[in-house]
């Protein structure tokens, strides 16, 4: 059973900081990473995929992927209080995702 | 580019009955997957077609099942609804041909109430 776990929050950061999501999962022989970004009503959006360890920025957001401890972050620098919305992690072999159940964060003014 | 689309957005039945849902992908892309969102339960997976046959599917009952046609758009159909069915069905489309080959797009869903 593929698992991908994620810290259910909510991750209350002030606005202007750093939010960090972190994921873990199950399954070695994954083979891509995404993480989702759900505003409440609506559908999971694509924000980020990462393949490889190491990190991959894309303006404000920066992915981080460690295979060896099986660990996928999402930083997200200056939060603003627009970045409020649950954050999904997904896990692929080939075609399909896992996901987590999502981390909820809270930006404030 | 078109995104995904999904109809109906909105749904609802009752139990007993049966629903089909319908999925247009984004133009070019082959492969359509179905998921079930529920508060509970988070995102599911529920089946992906690719060029028209059935790759993956996950663990629900085969009152769900779907389909998909050669123009790629795929729908899925529930029978014998439950109220545990529930839920907000998602499809995602992926092209399988660039480097990020098998990023997956949503579409906006589908609010299912069963009664």
């Known amino acids: 059973q593929k698992e991908v776990e994620q810290n259910s929050g909510p991750l209350s950061v002030p606005e202007g900081a750093i939010a960090s999501l972190n994921c873990t999962y199950s399954?070695?022989?994954?083979?891509?990473f995404f993480w989702y970004r759900q505003y409440s009503g609506k559908s999971p959006e694509l924000i980020m995929s990462i393949y490889s360890n190491g990190d991959k920025e894309d303006g404000r957001f920066t992915a981080q992927l460690n295979k060896a401890s099986q660990y996928v972050s999402l930083l997200i620098r200056d939060s603003q209080p627009s970045d409020s919305a649950t954050y999904l992690c997904a896990v692929s072999g080939y075609s399909t995702l896992t996901f987590g159940k999502g981390t909820m964060l809270l930006v404030s003014p | 580019k078109a995104g995904v689309t999904q109809t109906p957005r909105y749904l609802i039945k009752t139990r007993g009955q049966q629903v089909t849902l319908s999925c247009s992908p984004i133009?070019?892309?082959?492969?359509v997957s179905w998921y079930q969102q529920t508060p509970g339960q988070g995102l599911q997976f529920l089946f992906e077609?690719?060029?028209?046959?059935?790759?993956n599917k996950g663990n629900f009952p085969g009152r769900f099942s779907g389909r998909q046609f050669s123009n790629s758009r795929s729908e899925m159909n529930v029978s014998t609804l439950e109220l545990g069915d529930s839920a907000l069905y998602l499809c995602?489309?992926?092209?399988?041909?660039?480097?990020?080959?098998?990023?997956?797009?949503f579409g906006p869903g589908t609010r299912l109430t069963v009664l």
């Open positions: 399954d070695r022989g994954s083979q891509s």
């Open positions: 133009s070019g892309h082959r492969s």
């Open positions: 077609y690719f060029s028209e046959t059935q790759r």
């Open positions: 995602a489309s992926a092209s399988y041909r660039a480097k990020a080959y098998n990023e997956q797009f």
